[in-house]
Every structure is written in C-alpha cells, then in structure tokens.
C-alpha cells in the first residue's frame, strides 16, 4: 500500500521517480520555449498563452536538434529531450555536473556539452547520448560556436578562447579575451566577444578578433555591458544585447555602423531569433519582447515570472 501511494505522488507530481519522465500540454504548432533562471520552471508560448511547467530541476541551457529539443540542467548534469510529438519531457542521459553550454551540430548530429565545472567540452551522440569524445579547454567555459571542422570556445575565468581542431579532437592554441567575457559570435571567421570587463570598470565594448589567428583586429563602442549576440544572415546585421543599459543595438556587420537601438525591459540576457523575429529576454524585468527583424521594431511581449533566460523560437506568433 505504502508503495503504491508513493508511485501515485509522484505521477502527480508529473515526475517519473525512475526515469524523471514530465507531462507537457499538447500544442497545435510548436510553442515557444523559455527557461527561467529563478526558479525550476519551464515555459511554453501558444496562441498568445504561457504554460508553465514545474520541474524537479533548473535549466542551465536548451538546444534545438532535428528530431527534439535538449535540456541540461544545472545541478545533477543530467540532459532530458523534450518531444512534442509525445508530449513529454524524459532523460536523455546523464553526464558531470557543471553544464553551461549546449550546442548542435546539425551536419553531424553531434551534441557539444560546454562543462564549467569540469573545464571540458564532451562531444555526444545525440540519438544515444554516448560519449564520443572529451576535450579539455580553458577555465569555467561558458560558450561555444563550431564552424566546420573549427570549435571555439570562450571561458570565463582565463578570460581566454580556445581554439579547436575538431577532426584532431585537441585546442590548437587559446587567445587572450576581455575579463568576465560573456557572449560570443562567428562570422565570416572574424569573432566578436562582449563581456563585463575588468571588476570596477563599466565596459561598452565589442572585442573583434581573427578566428583563424586570435589576434584583435579592434572593438566597436555599443551599450554598457555587451553581453549576447544574434546575426541575420540575410541582411548580415549583428545584434546585440546590453546588460547594463537596457538595449539591442543593431549593427552593420560590412562597416560597424549602429543602425539602431532599442531599449527593453531590465537586465535582458538572451536573445535568439528565427526568419522573421528576434527575441530577447530581461531577467530583473521578467519579459520576453519580440522585434520584428524587417522593421526593427517591439511587436509583442510576454510577461514571464521568475527570470526569463533561455528562449527557443516557435511557430507563427
């Protein structure tokens, strides 16, 4: 009897004690996706609606593969997939504490898991979750973007990238970044690296540097406190997002003229963007705003509690 109303609490509790499976509603189209950095929550926006889900753990980051979408999670490095087609979120695999980063290759369908703890990247098979490989980086990594056979990797605490040979499976050579960087971009092999700078000073710089080389081809003044990157490949426009100052800066990628700057609301952190739109989130403002990438201008905003981080684009808004 004991046993059977232990099962029963934890089908209510939408959590499966034995493989941590979570009930999600079923959607029409597929839904936006927020994480929350407040609370061990995850939302989805339908049809101008927000759902939000309880779980058992607090996400650190949220990838989008071919056939569903990765979750890791902060504490216990246990990654769940999350499948609309079941309506469910379940463990994929578990791995070491200390995940800061996801990022997937779609060419090979390979999943890259940025460790901080750990100060590693581990290459995973997506579909089976096996480990194909570790590589060990710089200290705390917290960001990654792989272009072909190139990975890049920018940690924190050596405040430094490092540059991999993915074929070899080993960094070639690691350049000096700004301190306490945090956002990073590719393009065209030039990166470009925003970041809080030194302690006791207010940075409101881009850093640009050589893929191929590391070495510092100049910086670009923005917002206070660069911290995220977007880039439209069909106008070839970066955009930026201040921390610090409340804004999106839109920027020529050709010349490095501002555009444009949009304020939004308080300490936004993320930004992510499909075909048509760019969306940001604001941790203290608890908002997700909506820009329309043509116009450049707010068409929605949602208002999420608890710290919306991570947003994965959906269907039509």
Same mark, same amino acid.
């Given at each position: 009897?004991?046993?059977?109303?232990?099962?029963?609490?934890?089908?209510?509790?939408?959590?499966?004690?034995?493989?941590?499976?979570?009930?999600?509603?079923? +959607?029409?189209?597929?839904?936006?996706?927020?994480?929350?950095?407040?609370?061990?929550?995850?939302?989805?926006?339908?049809?101008?609606?927000?759902?939000?889900? *309880?779980?058992?753990?607090?996400?650190?980051?949220?990838?989008?593969?071919?056939?569903?979408?990765?979750?890791?999670?902060?504490?216990?490095?246990?990654?769940?997939?999350?499948?609309?087609?079941?309506?469910?979120?379940?463990?994929?695999?578990?791995?070491?504490?200390?995940?800061?980063?996801?990022?997937?290759?779609?060419?090979?369908?390979?999943? +890259?898991?940025?460790?901080?703890?750990?100060?590693?990247?581990?290459?995973?098979? %997506?579909?089976?979750?096996?480990?194909?490989?570790?590589?060990?980086?710089?200290?705390?990594?917290?960001?990654?973007? %792989?272009?072909?056979?190139?990975?890049?990797?920018?940690?924190?605490?050596?405040?430094?990238?490092?540059?991999?040979?993915?074929?070899?499976?080993?960094?070639?050579?690691?350049?000096?970044?700004?301190?306490?960087?945090?956002?990073?971009?590719?393009?065209?092999?030039?990166?470009?690296?925003?970041?809080?700078?030194?302690?006791?000073?207010?940075?409101?710089?881009?850093?640009?540097?050589?893929?191929?080389?590391?070495?510092?081809?100049?910086?670009?003044?923005?917002?206070?406190?660069?911290?995220?990157?977007?880039?439209?490949?069909?106008?070839?426009?970066?955009?930026? %997002?201040?921390?610090?100052?409340?804004?999106?800066?839109?920027?020529?990628?050709?010349?490095?003229?501002?555009?444009?700057?949009?304020?939004?609301?308080?300490? *936004?952190?993320?930004?992510?963007?499909?075909?048509?739109?760019?969306?940001?989130?604001?941790?203290?403002?608890?908002?997700?705003?909506?820009?329309?990438?043509?116009?450049?201008?707010?068409?929605?905003? +949602?208002?999420?509690?608890?710290? *919306?981080?991570?947003?994965? *684009?959906?269907?039509?808004?």
């Amino acid at each position: 009897m004991i046993r059977t109303i232990f099962f029963l609490l934890c089908f209510l509790t939408l959590i499966g004690c034995s493989n941590q499976q979570i009930s999600i509603p079923e +959607f029409e189209e597929k839904p936006i996706i927020v994480s929350h950095l407040k609370s061990s929550d995850i939302s989805f926006i339908s049809n101008g609606k927000i759902s939000t889900i *309880p779980l058992s753990f607090t996400i650190t980051d949220i990838v989008e593969t071919t056939n569903f979408v990765v979750i890791g999670s902060k504490n216990d490095g246990v990654l769940y997939k999350l499948d609309f087609e079941e309506n469910k979120i379940d463990s994929l695999t578990s791995k070491s504490e200390g995940i800061s980063k996801l990022y997937y290759e779609e060419s090979t369908g390979v999943l +890259f898991i940025v460790n901080a703890l750990e100060n590693s990247v581990e290459l995973v098979d %997506v579909e089976n979750g096996q480990t194909l490989t570790k590589i060990e980086v710089g200290q705390y990594p917290i960001d990654m973007i %792989v272009s072909g056979e190139m990975g890049y990797v920018l940690n924190s605490e050596s405040h430094s990238v490092s540059v991999i040979d993915l074929k070899k499976e080993e960094v070639l050579f690691d350049f000096p970044v700004l301190e306490r960087p945090s956002g990073m971009l590719l393009v065209n092999d030039v990166l470009y690296i925003g970041g809080h700078g030194k302690s006791g000073v207010l940075n409101n710089q881009i850093y640009i540097y050589s893929a191929t080389t590391g070495e510092m081809m100049g910086s670009k003044e923005v917002g206070l406190m660069p911290i995220d990157f977007s880039f439209d490949n069909n106008t070839e426009y970066i955009y930026v %997002v201040c921390h610090g100052s409340n804004e999106v800066i839109k920027i020529d990628s050709q010349d490095l003229i501002v555009k444009d700057k949009l304020t939004v609301a308080s300490n *936004p952190n993320f930004i992510n963007s499909d075909e048509n739109y760019l969306y940001v989130t604001s941790l203290d403002g608890n908002e997700l705003t909506i820009i329309n990438l043509s116009t450049f201008r707010v068409i929605d905003t +949602f208002t999420i509690d608890n710290g *919306p981080f991570v947003v994965i *684009p959906g269907g039509e808004l």
